[in-house]
């Protein structure tokens, strides 16, 4: 039986880069064949249907667990494949075997990890920054729905209302409410509509800003609500009240949902990273552990060698 003598001398470098190499990329493809399963099975689990398919907090269970196994299975085949084809290394205490084992697994993990984010670095980043873009998207959704409540900017609203008589948003919704007659009440007709309704919607943008409707600018658009309805001033005076008070309620409520959003999609973004923080240093721990495991594999076959060079059996 044909002998293999290892190059085990002083010249015999304490890193075996090919088996690090090596293990990196078993532990890179792995993880890819991984990711690809992973994304078939839970595209598998959705369904556009109302109460068929997982839910979104059974899906972000079994999305969580995946990864921890992705990183679990790739760590520790990367760290056994570095492990085992390492060098030998002889006339060396135990502890250190031990040591440049460890560091195998480790490295083949490092290495794994970098050209994993490399190579799917847009799928990284969506998945750290998704749960942070959406709730972007949405906070700036509800901000918009909320700056719309209120009027718009003072500019865009001065030019809408020129152009229809108050512009088309929700501003121009509560300000077509001023102006409904009371029931069998004829309304009356006096001066031009269209700036009549472009002048009050000025006045609740521009209290809305503030959040205060200042007397003068009530007393304003009671007047013209006055003349447009055939209201009483009094009454006129409390329907303005009563409509930026449900302007202002209605801003509140669409600006609370809009922080809510944010808020939820910021602790699933938090929650997210730590979660991938501790997946990759458990994949980092069992690489480690597995390139232990795999040199001592790779020795202990290797003290099995029969022949005059090793003496043993």
């Known amino acids: ?27 890179a493809a792995l993880s890819l064949v991984l990711l690809v399963l992973g994304t078939g099975l839970g595209l598998s689990s959705l369904s556009p249907w109302a109460n ?10 079994a999305t969580a667990v995946w990864v921890a196994f ?3 299975a790739s760590s520790a ?3 056994y ?22 560091a195998h697994g480790f490295l083949a993990w490092a290495i794994a990890t970098l050209a994993t984010a490399a190579f799917l670095s847009s799928s990284v980043a969506g998945i750290v920054s998704g749960g942070v873009k959406a709730g972007s998207q949405v906070a700036g959704g509800a901000a918009s729905g909320a700056t719309a409540a209120a009027g718009g900017a003072a500019a865009a609203a001065g030019s809408d209302s020129a152009k229809s008589g108050g512009g088309e948003g929700p501003t121009a919704y509560f300000v077509d409410q001023l102006f409904r007659s009371p029931k069998d009440t ?16 000025r006045i609740f943008v521009q ?21 447009r309805t055939g209201m009483s001033r009094p009454e006129a005076e409390k329907r303005v ?26 602790k699933a973004s938090a929650a997210a990273a730590l979660w991938s923080c501790i997946t990759m240093l458990l994949g980092a721990c069992v690489g480690s552990l597995f390139g232990t495991y795999g040199g001592r594999r790779r020795d202990d076959e290797a003290a099995y060698v029969v022949g005059p060079v090793s003496g043993r059996l």
């Open 1 to 27: 039986m044909a002998i293999a003598v290892e190059n085990a001398g002083p010249q015999a470098s304490a890193i075996s880069w090919g088996a690090i190499l090596a293990g990196a990329a078993a532990a």
């Open 52 to 61: 068929e398919g997982a839910s979104g907090k059974a899906l972000g269970i």
């Open 70 to 72: 992705m990183a679990i």
């Open 77 to 79: 085949l990367g760290g």
């Open 81 to 102: 494949v570095a492990g085992r084809l390492r060098t030998r290394w002889v006339s060396l205490h135990s502890d250190e075997v031990a040591f440049r084992d460890t």
């Open 186 to 201: 004829p309304a009356r007709q006096a001066g031009n509509e269209q700036a009549q309704n472009a002048e009050v919607t």
């Open 207 to 227: 209290a809305s800003a503030s959040g205060k409707l200042p007397p003068e600018d009530a007393r304003q658009a009671a007047q013209i609500v006055s003349q």
């Open 241 to 266: 009240n009563d409509t930026f008070a449900a302007m202002q309620a209605k801003k509140e409520e669409t600006e609370k949902a809009a922080r809510e959003a944010a808020d939820k999609a910021r």
